[in-house]
């Protein structure tokens, strides 16, 4: 729960735009910075394969349970 409140904190929420969002900063089109979102499995998986460091984190509430 710590990880993910620290990305949501300090990264730029993309929504479903992450795949595109990623490999436009991947390609310099972008700016770089660090960034969260969604994306399918398998969108994930090609991001890997074309060289872009992606780590999946599970969907938790922002609040303590």
């Known amino acids: 729960m710590q990880l ?3 990305v949501k904190q300090h990264a730029e929420a ?3 735009r992450f795949t595109e969002e990623a490999r436009a900063i991947h390609r ?3 700016a770089e ?3 969260w979102g ?3 499995p398998t969108d994930a998986s090609d991001l890997r394969d074309e060289g872009i460091d992606v ?3 599970p969907d938790v509430p922002d609040h303590d349970a």
């Open 4 to 6: 993910n409140r620290h």
């Open 28 to 30: 310099g089109d972008a």
């Open 38 to 40: 969604q994306a399918s």
């Open 55 to 57: 780590v999946p984190l």
């Open 14 to 16: 993309v929504g479903e």
């Open 33 to 35: 910075r660090p960034i």
